[in-house]
């Protein structure tokens, strides 16, 4: 059986990696798409609140508590939602970060065999380490924003729970 060489095995692992990262993308672009629709369903709720609040105050009316546990609840979905954007787009950054990367070592393929870069010197292998680390570092952070954001979540839920049962059970 004959081996294959190095180059063909290579351009296939990237081949590959590439099809995972535009995988990833599209993940991430339904999640933001996801993220956009809330963000709109939020604002269209604080705009409702405002409105009722400014009927509440022309009025007089004895709404103020309720409106006041609304406000509460819109703030506690916006406070999560901004945790959720922030997290997108650390993960954002990071699947940038690894496409620059596809591209650079498919760009490095490409060249002819006798522009090929050299075997790795230690330095060379210590920068790619360092530059591994800072990667994992990044997904470290992403990571704690998303378990943040799932504290975030269960607060608000917690917390709706806790209203909806009223301040006799609480």
């Known amino acids: 059986m004959p081996t ?31 993220g956009d629709r809330e963000q709109a369903r939020i604002d ?8 009722q609040r400014r009927v509440a105050v022309a009025t ?6 309720i409106l ?8 506690r ?34 060249l002819p065999v006798s522009q090929q870069p050299d075997v790795a010197d230690p330095d060379a292998l210590r920068r790619g380490a360092v530059d591994r680390a800072a990667a994992a570092r990044e997904r470290a952070e992403a990571g704690l924003i998303r378990a943040q954001a799932a504290m975030v979540r269960a607060q608000a839920t917690e917390a709706r729970v806790t209203d909806d049962r009223g301040p006799e059970h609480g």
């Open 44 to 51: 269209h709720e604080q705009t409702r609140q405002d409105d």
């Open 60 to 65: 007089d009316g004895p709404v103020a508590p």
């Open 68 to 75: 006041d546990d609304r406000q509460a609840r819109i703030d």
């Open 4 to 34: 294959q060489t190095p180059e063909p095995a290579r351009s296939q692992e990237l081949a590959q990696e590439q099809c995972l990262a535009e995988l990833e993308q599209a993940i991430g672009d339904r999640e933001q798409l996801a």
């Open 77 to 110: 979905e916006q406070v999560k939602r901004d945790v959720n954007q922030e997290s997108l787009d650390h993960a954002q950054e990071g699947r940038d970060h690894q496409q620059e990367a596809l591209d650079g070592a498919r760009a490095i393929l490409d």
